[in-house]
């Protein structure tokens, strides 16, 4: 995995959310495993833009591991999830990120809403 500053990888359980995940703030996270070799595999990258706590919590069992940022806006959220999108994402053709509806927000990285 290349730099992202996130925090982790933890367990993606109730119990280690709930210890991970201090507070009940905007942010950005990755959902993944990570392989025999130690590295950890990203499969999904999403983010909050008001309770990274219950979004994480909503994900339980559907992926092994998460690594997270707490972030001060949901615009920072929406920003540091289009990171993760072109830095992880963008070669498997997923959908790029979309912002808070009613914001005029662009992708720091492409034109897509320009």
């Known amino acids: 995995m290349s730099t992202t500053d996130l925090k982790g990888p933890f367990l993606l359980t109730a119990e280690k959310v709930k210890v991970a995940v201090t507070a009940a703030l905007p ?8 392989d025999d070799e130690g590295t950890f595999i990203v499969e999904k990258v999403g983010r909050s833009d008001d309770n990274l706590k219950k979004t994480l919590q909503d994900q339980v ?50 034109g897509v809403f320009d």
């Open 61 to 110: 069992e559907c992926f092994s591991e998460f690594r997270f940022e707490h972030l001060h806006s949901a615009k920072a959220a929406f920003e540091k999830e289009c990171d993760l999108y072109h830095n992880f994402m963008v070669e498997m053709d997923y959908v790029h990120p979309t912002r808070l509806e009613g914001s005029y927000w662009k992708c720091p990285h492409c």
């Open 27 to 34: 942010g950005a996270y990755v959902l993944g495993h990570t």
